[in-house]
């Protein structure tokens, strides 16, 4: 490995496989996009670059929503924007939790000064609409509900129709995080009756970090405009970006991330030249394949069955294999990075993400033969190709 210390040396890409909960790897179109020289962020084609984003965005979110945009910043700047543009102090909220990005949208709840109304369901399962429909009732005075649907803390995939339909029908606003879903698996923000979504960039859709995707529907305008205090947030203030992003108004408010917009403009242009039912079904089937594989070599996944993330395959980590050293193999031997786990299974489990650019069939086989190699080599495995020989029969089938 290199380990040069001087602070002038050119810095080399080391080809990792992003096989984490994100970033995952990038498209070239995208990468191109990023050394694309600079237009002003008032240039006419920069503002036809944002429009061809906006349209393209709505086509990933599938809504018709006016204001559907990105936020300058990664996918947490996306929860904030949701949350500081709806609540105000005081105001009752309902937080569902089930790993650590539900835990943080409580924090952020908090912060604001809205009344926290906070459950649970054990990590790595998902909320029944029973459960969410009595919390309403103990809380009647909840006016915002939020809720992740890929936790990717867990590899836990939360249903959501049913969850936007009650809340539409008991006039509550609904907050969906969508930022490991967008783009890797089915999500209908105007079918499922979301009022707010946001996502962020380099989970399944293999962009870098950097932006927010956000999509905002009328009633939750109708609360933004109705607020009685100005949103705690200057920077995140949806009324003020909103003029930014309003064909007739760009008004300055922000210098918009450049090199980010047109880097998100070639990886929505990727997503929808693939399709996003083919792309979901691509997801879909390479981690079937992966997780055959990994059951083959006696791993127990962790996520319920049947609420299973395609781009998120969380593993318990298996008696007596060291979690640190295991995934420094992976990284130094193999070039592969994988994640560990967070809060509560932190040192139990892994996170072995198959994100946007990353689901293929040449990593999963890769990292299965990978993994093989290096738990044989350890003395864990008596015989090596298990895990492979269920790969290729997972991908014949
Ligand atoms: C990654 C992630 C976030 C936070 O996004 P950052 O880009 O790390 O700020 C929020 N929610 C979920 C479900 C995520 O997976």
Redesign the pocket.
């Given at each position: 490995m290199q380990t040069s210390v001087s602070p002038h040396r050119a810095l080399r890409s080391t080809g990792r496989i992003l096989m984490g909960?994100?970033p995952s790897m990038v498209h070239p179109r995208v990468y191109e996009a990023l050394s694309r020289k600079l237009d002003g962020h008032l240039d006419p084609e920069f503002l036809t670059i944002m429009n061809e984003t906006q349209e393209m965005l709505r086509e990933v979110f599938a809504t018709k929503n006016r204001l559907t945009i990105s936020i300058s910043g990664?996918?947490?700047?996306g929860?904030e924007a949701a949350l500081v543009n709806l609540i105000e102090p005081d105001d009752d909220v309902l937080v569902c939790v089930n790993g650590v990005?539900g835990a943080r949208m409580c924090d952020i709840t908090e912060r604001l000064g809205g009344k926290l109304h906070r459950i649970e369901c054990p990590w790595g399962e998902v909320f029944r609409v029973e459960e969410i429909e009595d919390a309403l009732k103990k809380s009647p005075g909840v006016k915002v509900v939020a809720i992740?649907n890929?936790?990717?803390s867990t590899g836990a995939h939360q249903p959501i129709a049913e969850i936007g339909r009650l809340c539409r029908e008991t006039g509550r606003l609904l907050v969906v995080?969508a930022?490991?879903s967008l783009g890797g698996t089915e999500l209908s923000v105007d079918d499922w009756n979301i009022d707010v979504c946001y996502s962020?960039t380099?989970?399944c859709l293999s962009c870098p970090?950097g932006l927010a995707p956000i999509t905002l529907n009328d009633r939750a305008l109708a609360r933004l405009h109705a607020r009685k205090r100005k949103v705690s947030s200057w920077y995140l203030d949806m009324s003020l970006i909103e003029s930014y992003w309003t064909d007739g108004k760009r008004a300055y408010h922000h210098t918009a991330p450049i090199s980010m917009n047109y880097a998100l403009h070639q990886a929505l242009a990727v997503v929808l030249e693939e399709g996003l039912k083919p792309r979901f079904e691509r997801h879909r089937r390479n981690s079937l394949a992966l997780v055959k594989g990994l059951e083959a070599l006696g791993f127990r996944l962790f996520a319920a069955q049947g609420h299973r993330l395609p781009m998120l395959n969380a593993v318990w980590i298996p008696e007596g294999v060291d979690d640190a050293k295991t995934r420094r193999q992976l990284l130094d031997q193999f070039n592969i990075e994988i994640g560990g786990g967070l809060g509560q299974v932190a040192g139990k489990i892994w996170r072995i993400g198959l994100m946007g650019e990353t689901s293929t069939r040449e990593n999963v086989t890769w990292f299965l033969s990978a993994l093989e190699s290096i738990l044989y080599s350890q003395g864990r495995l008596k015989q090596i190709g298990a895990g492979l020989e269920a790969v290729v029969q997972a991908y014949a089938t």
């Open positions: 909960p994100g990664t996918g947490s700047a929860m990005f992740v890929a936790e990717t995080d930022v490991t962020g380099q989970k970090p």
